[in-house]
């Protein structure tokens, strides 16, 4: 039986702790990892996450014949000369095209999880193809699931998403819950409103809001949208749909 623990913010990661055969998987609901299931689900070739602008800067310039788009925010801002990192902004462009993404807090959080033997992404965009995964492939190992949070914060909507997951998680079998991943239980199970709701009164979804970002976060309101699995291959720093890494072993 498979136990399964939730980390509040990606800043209490401590990487002597990763065991043997653990699983992370990643939530930045608002906005990384849905912008990521997306843009995987609208044709992108990869996603490369990296930690911040100067390391996007870096990759780009070794990946300059691939042609890349880069998108990247800090601190909710898009940087200069990067493309926003909305969902809805890349979808009509990544078609067939490699991502560089920079975000403050996603891409950080699944740059921290390297220690884990198998990372995924997930949002509420994947939660049934992921609870899927989870289950068909690795029902008896330890997961944790990595909530991204806000400079050194708590953030709502990703302990939300990690309670969504694990709702269709328990639908399928039994699990060992750590007292953190009861709470995201309860906390999505209790809750009355729509997950667009939820989203638009965090305090990321109102930053959203106010820079007239309301579409996207409907958008990434929509639970089990796609059915894709992305995961972070550490070997090449890339984030794919996961049957396109088991394809070319």
């Known amino acids: 039986m498979g136990r399964i623990h939730v980390v509040m913010k990606k800043e209490d990661i401590d990487p002597s702790r990763w065991k043997e055969n653990s699983i992370a998987v990643v939530f930045d609901v608002l906005l990384a990892t849905s912008t990521i299931t997306a843009s995987l689900a609208n044709g992108a070739r990869e996603v490369i996450p990296v930690l911040n602008e100067e390391e996007a800067i870096t990759v780009t310039e ?5 042609n890349p ?22 979808n009509r462009v990544v078609y067939n095209r490699l991502l560089i993404l920079s975000t403050t807090n996603g891409t950080v959080a699944t740059r921290r999880s390297e ?23 690795h029902r008896t190992e330890d997961i944790v699931l990595v909530c991204s949070g806000l400079a050194n914060s708590f953030c709502l909507e990703d302990y939300y998403g990690a309670g969504g997951l694990l709702h269709s998680l328990i639908q399928k079998g039994e699990w060992v819950l750590s007292d953190a991943a009861r709470g995201a239980l309860m906390v999505y199970n209790n809750e ?10 965090t305090r990321v979804g109102e930053m959203m809001i106010a820079y007239g970002l309301e579409e996207d976060v409907a958008f990434v309101a929509n639970e089990n949208q796609y059915n894709i699995v992305p995961a972070f291959s550490k070997r090449t720093g890339s984030i794919k749909e996961v049957e396109k890494y088991e394809s070319s072993r």
């Open 192 to 201: 009355k409103r729509t997950a667009r709701e939820v989203l638009a009164e």
């Open 62 to 66: 070794r990946l300059r014949h691939e």
């Open 115 to 137: 220690g884990a033997s198998m990372i995924y992404l997930c949002s509420l965009l994947n939660l049934q193809a992921i609870a899927d995964r989870l289950y068909r492939e």
């Open 69 to 90: 788009l880069v998108a990247g925010e800090y601190g909710g801002i898009t940087i200069q000369g990067f493309l926003p990192p909305n969902p809805l902004a890349l």
